[in-house]
Each structure stands twice: as C-alpha cells, then as structure tokens.
C-alpha cells in the first residue's frame, strides 16, 4: 500500500515559523512531482506549493516569499518551510504526491492532512 503522511502540524503565534514534512511510504517505483494544498473549512481546497522531482517549484503568489517548499529525494520526503505566518494561514495543509508504484502504477496519493492554527 502506498501512502502519503504529514507531520508537523500545530499551533503558533503570528510570525512564527513551522515546518510541514510529507513522506512517502509502500511499493514506490517513481516518486514524481509532491505539492502542498491547504483548506478551511467552508472552502475550496487550493494550492500552497508543489515541487517536481527535478526541483523545479511552484507557488500560489499570494505565498510566495513566506512559504518554501524543497524535498529530500532520499527519504521520500517533501518539506513546506512556513514563516512570518498570519492567521488567514490556518488552515489543514495535505500533501499529495505523483507515484508510479509497482507494478507500474500511476497514483494520486493524498495525505489525511495536518491542521496549522496561526494565533493573533
């Protein structure tokens, strides 16, 4: 079984900093482009980040320069480096990932999602 597993997740007072780790576990062949999303409750889930295997990112403007997003390859693991955080960023941040996974199968895999509340 192939999965996806955030971590990192919590409360922090605005203009703190947290740091999102994402890895991937099961019968991986092909770990390809790993991105981050967020949603609040009531709307729409939309796009923090997302990265391909070649490291070339993306961001959705409004995050740029706060929100950083890099993956270590060897551990299967996908990293969202959050600063100078703002309560309109609470929010449950989910991992998704593009996995080709024995025996040759392509996947969407979605984490379960890990909840960041930013205090005023």
């Known amino acids: 079984q192939v999965q996806v597993v955030e971590s990192g997740g919590g409360l922090v007072q605005a203009g703190g900093s947290l740091r999102l780790s994402c890895t991937a576990s099961g019968s991986i062949l092909s770990l390809n482009a790993m991105g981050w999303y967020r949603q609040v409750p009531g709307e729409q889930r939309e796009l923090v980040a997302t990265?391909?295997?070649?490291?070339?990112?993306n961001y959705a403007d409004s995050l740029k320069g706060r929100f950083t997003i890099s993956r270590d390859n060897t551990k299967n693991t996908a990293y969202l480096q959050m600063n100078s955080l703002k309560p309109e960023d609470t929010a449950v941040y989910y991992c998704n990932a593009d996995i080709i996974a024995h025996p040759w199968r392509y996947l969407e895999v979605w984490g379960q999602g890990t909840l960041v509340t930013v205090s005023a």
């Open positions: 990265i391909t295997s070649g490291d070339i990112t």
